[in-house]
Nanobody, 119 residues
């Protein structure tokens, strides 16, 4: 099992920034593709970003490209999502995930952290 705990969510004004963190524990962090997803109220969960092992390649949803950056600190078993130029439509619960596939599936999920962007 891999346990994932997100932190860093909150309330921010449009145009502001937040950094989400996801600490992994349990089975090895090594070799795993990590990612972030989000789910807005009344909508389906959607892919945001993923990063390979050891962190040389990252992929983003078109809606966040150029504004969000995913990164990982393998020594700390932690993955980050730096979110800049936030928009009200970025409001959602953000989930960290492990073993993210190209199809957007994952084997492990965190509990989620709320991000609210006010206009």
């Amino acid at each position: 099992q891999v346990q994932l705990v997100e932190s860093g969510g909150g309330l921010v004004q449009a145009g502001g920034s937040l950094r989400l963190s996801c600490a992994a524990s349990g089975r090895t962090f090594s070799g795993r593709v990590m990612g972030w997803f989000r789910q807005a109220t009344g909508k389906e969960r959607e892919f945001v970003a993923r990063i390979n092992w050891p962190g040389s390649l990252a992929y983003y949803a078109d809606s966040v490209k150029g504004r969000f950056t995913i990164s990982r600190d393998n020594a700390k078993s932690t993955v980050y999502l730096q979110m800049n130029s936030l928009k009200p439509e970025d409001t959602a619960v953000y989930y960290c995930a492990a073993d993210v596939s190209v199809a957007g599936r994952a084997n492990y999920w965190g509990q989620g952290t709320q991000v609210t962007v006010s206009s």
